[in-house]
């Protein structure tokens, strides 16, 4: 006998077996065989949607079942009271058509002129009237062309190309569940749509943003999806947990029998090996009068007296309670109350004893100055044309002056803290720092998510 053969028999088997097992697979997971199809709701920027219609594409009208005949072109539809009216690039009144549109894109894309994360879109477009004067676009689409436009605007897709490969299909699986658990759960069930393409579900910007890295993470983890006793879980994340996940009960009330508080070491901001997000060890100064207004609920001339972190603190660090005291009165805020409060980038925190004076200066000269990333500001005080005071927050912030300089001076609490969110689930700096680490995509599911099971939906 040669090394290696067995019976026919024996391999006949083994092949009906593992047939078998992916039969009970599909369907002990209630899924279908294909990807399903969304509808996903599109941002507009405004109540007209501006649309160019390439040579073959096919709109027509659902209500009428009629087809609206347009040469190619810009058109700007709007809602006329009753039906939506087309006007050419040119103002001329195509006509006004019963709703709901439907576009069947000749190429297999269309082009939105104001949606607002994305300008082309795969599928097909649906559009309705909304209310007296608004219009509603709908993109519907498979989940998987649906994830190609959502992977890149959740994590960095140049990741890929850095030994990150492994945290975007993580990210694929995860956002591939949140949108399925999200259909479950009837997250729009009032709107015509069944998600929406902003951060209340998951951003989507179409076509526009894909990457070949992007791609290839949804297309290896096709149908994928993380589940906990058979059913899909919304498998929570964050940019940075400061080296220490955390469970839900300890953020928010419900525990979540796959969430746990634990070290993780792949982003541990003062492990040298890691990636660090620039935000990931933070200071933040709050104003004495933003903490007397919290206190007393006006700006009074209360002083606070004492800021502090009531201990214990939980196991991870994070912050159960922080008091504010002053006047004979106290407040206090719990678990992630504080960091909403505040504006503080995560729970994870511990306030310098006493307040301190701080000074912000800006300038610019000729024009505008642009600084990106510029982690000393954030959180900082700036004060701009007519003496109107605003927190810089954000990535990116933007100083317009004409040679001027000014200065706000002001007392304040120091909060130093580490990380960025929640903490809750998957940290994405951790998974591209495991994926660098050589860990694979389920690997990485498997510590942010005990337990859980990686399924196929289709
Ligand atoms: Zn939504």
Not at 166 to 180: D, G, H, I, P, T
Request: with cysteine; charged share 15%; proline share 5%.
């Amino acid at each position: 006998m040669k090394r290696g053969y067995r019976p026919l028999s024996t391999l006949v088997l083994l092949l009906s077996l593992l047939f078998l097992l992916v039969m009970a697979f599909n369907s002990g997971s209630g899924y279908a065989v294909a990807p399903p199809m969304l509808r996903v709701g599109i941002s507009l920027s405004a109540n007209h949607l501006v649309l160019t219609l390439e040579s073959g594409d096919t709109l027509s009208s659902r209500a009428s079942g009629s087809l609206v005949p347009l040469p190619p072109g810009s058109y700007r539809l709007e809602n006329s009271g009753n039906g939506i009216r087309i006007n050419d690039a040119a103002g001329n009144n195509c006509g006004v058509f019963g709703g709901p549109l439907q576009l069947v894109p000749a190429q297999g894309a269309f082009s939105i002129g104001n949606a607002r994360y994305g300008s082309t879109y795969y599928g097909l477009l649906e559009v309705s009237t909304r209310g007296a004067d608004a219009l509603t676009a709908i993109n519907i689409i498979d989940m998987e062309t649906y994830l190609q436009g959502v992977i890149p605007r959740e994590m960095p897709a140049a990741w890929g190309s850095y030994g990150g490969m492994e945290a975007l299909k993580a990210q694929a699986v995860a956002a591939r569940s949140y949108a399925l658990y999200y259909l479950g759960a009837g997250r729009h069930k009032d709107d015509p749509y069944e998600l929406c393409d902003g951060q209340h579900c998951q951003v989507y910007g179409g076509k526009d943003g894909r990457t070949a890295n992007t791609d290839r993470a949804v297309a290896e983890t096709r149908g994928r999806i993380l589940a906990w006793n058979g059913q899909v879980i919304a498998p929570f994340y964050h940019s940075t947990n400061g080296g220490y996940t955390e469970c839900s009960a300890n953020v928010w009330t419900n525990p979540l029998p796959y969430l746990r508080s634990e070290p993780d070491p792949f982003d541990d901001p003062s492990n040298p090996e890691n990636i660090r997000h620039h935000a990931a060890l933070w200071e933040k100064d709050v104003p004495l009068e933003i903490l007397t207004s919290l206190l007393t609920g006006s700006r009074s001339a209360v002083f606070v007296e004492k800021v502090d972190v009531i201990q214990p603190v939980f196991a991870s660090g994070r912050v159960n309670e922080l008091r504010i005291s002053g006047g004979g009165q106290t407040v206090s805020f719990f678990k992630e109350q504080a960091r909403t409060a505040l504006g503080l980038r995560s729970q994870l925190y511990s306030v310098l004893q006493q307040p301190e004076p701080r000074v912000w200066i800006a300038s610019a000269i000729d024009g505008i100055t642009v600084k990106n990333s510029y982690t000393e500001l954030e959180g900082k005080w700036a004060a701009g044309a007519h003496g109107i005071k605003c927190m810089l927050t954000g990535e990116q912030f933007t100083v317009l002056a004409a040679d001027r300089r000014d200065t706000v001076p002001y007392m304040a609490y120091i909060f130093k803290g580490r990380g960025w969110g929640h903490g809750i689930g998957m940290s994405q700096y951790g998974a591209y720092n495991r994926a660098r680490a050589g860990h694979t995509y389920g690997e990485i599911l498997s510590f942010y998510y005990p337990g859980t099971q990686l399924l196929s939906a289709y």
